[in-house]
């Protein structure tokens, strides 16, 4: 079998590196720019980046503890962690680098301008710039510095304005004066341009702390490393060492007044400690006269007794009250015969007089049964009876008006035994609580008076002793930028983003580029592969103006292959069609059939897409008024409707008029008779069908095809193209149907075709390398 029927259905999954190389060859270009772009960004950014210097040095602390010897236990701050991250603390402080600024001439800083870079002139600049009384507006900007001829010079602020002068006279600038002359030894500098900037404390004060790092090196051996980072040299030694030299210096001043600041400290905490337990003493004292006992658990029961016993009195007191009440509406009612006169809670005067008056009462009944109501006997008992009743009811008013009075009272004194119980819990609470903080306070004051008894004998016995390890010195290199790593990252960065760039293209190529695209796409055979072409022709037989170019052969290839597909029949029907126009089966078609003619076979080629006619002009004889269409409505007979070619044995049907019914005369029965008239004639009958996957026309002709050639065009036709291909055989049970890959690009290893020549020529490399 011939190679090119050999193709497998291939793995359904992963990576297609032809189309991988295929897609980098095409966007080779933007590849390279992008590689040469992440490269030279690389190179700039370590062209245009200042270098960083770095300047370092070492310091050993030690303290040496002679008060030890009275028994004493070391404080806290002197383990030696406390202690270090105390003297990093206090040199990172603004008042130390306050000190390291008064001792270093920092406050003008000087810089020459470049092309791209700008470079700070320290130590030594060729001039010198003093100033008095300056308006602050002007420190912390740039004053451009050029020299002049005539021993002068001239100033230019950020905002435009100049000012000139002549180099060791003074210049007012604002409110102050300004003066620029030239350091010993200095020549004016004509050819570069200079600015300096007037530093105030504040920026000066934040540079360094942005800049200075202190940092501890071993806990254990007391040593901490100070360094400083500048994009000048000379400078980070310089401040590194200044800053080393007034850290010790400073630290012994400090060191004498650490334990004393410490002291004052405490002898402040302790007069404020002292205060607040002398007002909660007083407050302890004031409770007890207030509330008469400091006992406030034993007056809690007190008064629960005394409301207990106040509400005993007072319902004895109601029912008296309540009794009295009875029996007083009793005498006004007239009912004192039928009452039992309560002795026991009136006074003995009253029982008398109660008895008294029943027994009246008693005696005017029995009268009541000798005398009538107006005899004089009658009428005087009833007037002693009434007077009676009266001095015995007056008497009862003024006992029930005792009691009421002692009722009321009653009420009073347990409302203010209620009020008194509501309230001890809140005095309870915050007697207890005022004792928990006097106790703590009292802790507190005795811990601080240890404490005091230790720093005072720290003070006299703390002796520092501080050694420099390694001094700072002038670096030689920089730390930054890092170049080796600058450039290692753009040459990586380059070549990362290409590598996604390539993956993106991939992802989103959905053209198809090869054959294990279609391999993978589609069950249906490959009849084989047609290179992409390097000319075009004027005439329409490709392969007769270029017989030794890999397009031709691979037509060729495709005649033989031929024969592995209904090898039995004699008359062979060859449908060529593809999903859209434009994907090369026209070509296919013609070239197909001028191999087929070539080979001593008789062959005639039928335009079958009478939607699209075309307008060849290439073969002798062509009417556009016949053809196809009016063979089908019998309009024109066959014989006048074939048009010969250049070619021997290769004739040529074309679509003729368009039809309104394009559909319905290949449905009709009479395209199956000119096929069979045709068969009778020719060895082959070639279809160049309409697209598929436009119009049904060339199912129609592919279903009486004895193969049926579908076309895909490289980097043309669609993935989805070859679904639509499994599905039309799916759905018309299309037996005999094979794929051939038009225009695929050509390469050095391209299916064996790298020994034919194309255009005279042999492809060199490099045209294939940047050949899309």
Known sequence: MNPQMAYGTGNPEGIDFDKLRQVARKHIWLILIIFFTA?????LTIRWTKDVFEASAELKLEMKHDATALGIPQ?????????????????????????????????????SVGNVLEFELYPGSPFRIEHADLDPKILDRRIYFDFQEGNRYMIRLDDGKEYEASLGEPMALGNGVIRASLNPGAVPDFKNHFFFVINSRTSLLDYLSKSL??????????????????????????????????????SNEQKNRANKQKIDWLNKEL???????????????????????SNLESDLKKTIYLLNQADSQRYELNKKITEISTLMDNISAGKLQNTVVPSAYLPQYVNTRMEELQKLMHDQSKLTLSYKDNTYAYQQKEQEVTNLKKSVFNQLSEIRKNWMNAMAELNQKK????????????????????????????????????????FEIAQAGSIPDFRILASATIPSEPIAPKKYLILGIGFVGGLVINFFLIGLLYLLNNKISGLKEIERATHAPILGVIPEMRRHTAGPFYILENPRSVVSEAIRTLRTNLDFFASTKTQKVIAISSTVSGEGKSFLAMNLGGVLALSKKRVILLDLDMRKVKQNGHFKGEDPSKGVSTLLIHRSALEESICHTSMEGFDFIPSGPHPPNPSELLL????????????????YIVIDTPPVGLVTDGIMAMK?????????????????????????????????????LNALPTSGKTYGYGYYQEDGQRTNRLSKLFRG
């Open 704 to 740: 009486k095809a004895d193969l049926s050639i579908y076309v895909v065009r490289a980097n043309y036709s669609k993935r989805d193209f070859l679904s639509n291909l499994d599905r039309i055989s799916g759905i018309n049970k299309l037996q005999n149907i094979a794929v051939v």
């Open 39 to 43: 490269n030279l960004a690389a190179y």
């Open 75 to 111: 404080l806290q701050e002197d383990q030696n962690r406390n202690l270090l991250a105390g003297e990093i603390e206090q040199m990172k402080s603004s008042v130390f680098f306050g000190r390291v600024l008064d001792s270093m001439d920092l406050w003008i800083s000087y810089y």
């Open 271 to 293: 007069q404020q400690v002292e205060m607040k337990m002398e007002n909660f003493e007083n407050y302890f004292e004031a409770f007890t006269l207030k509330n008469k006992s």
């Open 668 to 683: 009709n029965g009479e395209f199956e008779g000119l096929l069979d008239d045709l068969k009778k004639k020719y060895d």
């Open 213 to 250: 790092v202190i940092s501890p090196i071993n806990f254990d051996a007391n040593t901490i490393k100070v360094s400083f980072t500048d994009h000048n040299s000379y400078k980070v030694a310089n401040v590194v060492n200044k800053v080393v030299s007034t850290y010790l210096s400073y």
């Open 415 to 454: 409302d203010r035994l209620e009020k008194d119980f509501a309230t001890m819990p809140d005095r309870t609470t915050q007697y207890s609580k005022n004792q928990r903080f006097y106790k703590l306070y009292e802790e507190f004051y005795l811990s601080m008076m240890q404490s005091k008894a230790e």
